[in-house]
């Protein structure tokens, strides 16, 4: 059957009895309703109409911040208003800036924070939360989407101590780190990478890691995540993992005092 020609509602309330869309929407949706946010790394099919957790159609405005120009991805970028999360919504700023140095942009500039499938691909995930952190006004969101280590090409490896990564922060950790690379590329189950790799298409990627961004440098579940995040100074207010192997989290700055 062609999703196309099925109603929207339908689809949503299939997706979510079969544990494959957020199942409790609303609070997510109102920490974007009619607001202005940044994402990092969008956009993402997650937020969009038909993904697991849509948000693009709810909010005022998205700004995006990528990482380099050209990416490993395979796109380019420029540093300009650019950026269009959905086509009902006005264009937002493309700002180039790693997502640890977010340079430029004024402590709470935004009322929410996007990210999506992008904490695990830095080397220093408490720098980065910390600054996303800073850019978000008090009392605003942080919405994050993980892979669950558990179900992905990660299984093999361990999940990460918060510890480790408050280390990291403490170090300065920066993404040119290769600490996790020789682990990756000895336990990376291939036979569950999202599309169809050899051992030395995924050893050429990792060891260019700085370029690609390809490196997960660490595993996540549901109990790291929240605990990296309230290390931090957030409020985690919800946790779910969406099939097959997602997790999406809402953390809020708490409210100035």
């Not at 607001?35 to 993402?44: A, D, Q, R, T």
């Not at 909010?59 to 300009?80: F, K």
């Not at 490896?157 to 996790?180: I, K, W």
């Amino acid at each position: 059957m062609n999703i196309d020609y099925v109603p929207a509602q339908i689809v949503r309330a299939a997706r979510m009895l079969l544990g494959l869309r957020v199942g409790s929407p609303g609070p997510f949706r109102e920490a974007v309703r009619d607001k202005v946010g940044l994402e990092i790394g969008g956009p993402s099919s997650a937020f969009s109409d038909r993904g697991i957790l849509p948000l693009y159609n709810y909010v005022a405005r998205v700004d995006n911040c990528v990482y380099a120009h050209q990416t490993g991805w395979g796109s380019h970028h420029e540093e300009s208003w650019t950026f269009r999360c959905h086509e009902a919504k006005p264009v937002g700023f493309q700002f180039i800036r790693e997502a640890t140095l977010l340079s430029g942009i004024a402590d709470s500039s935004y009322d929410f924070v996007l990210s999506c499938h992008c904490l695990e691909h830095i080397a220093n995930p408490a720098k980065a939360v910390r600054e996303w952190s800073r850019v978000v006004r008090p009392g605003g969101a942080l919405i994050i989407v993980l892979p669950h280590g558990k179900y992905t090409f990660d299984r093999r490896r361990q999940v990460t101590p918060v510890s480790h990564m408050l280390e990291d922060y403490e170090r300065g950790t920066g993404e040119d780190d290769e600490t996790h690379l020789p682990e990756i590329l000895e336990l990376h189950d291939l036979a569950l990478h999202p599309e169809p790799i050899n051992h030395e298409q995924l050893r050429v990627g990792i060891l260019d890691n700085f370029r690609f961004r390809y490196a997960h440098h660490h595993v996540f579940d549901e109990g790291n995540s929240c605990g990296l995040l309230e290390a931090c100074g957030l409020c985690v207010g919800s946790v779910q993992v969406i099939r097959p192997h997602h997790m999406v989290l809402l953390a809020n700055k708490p409210a100035a005092s």
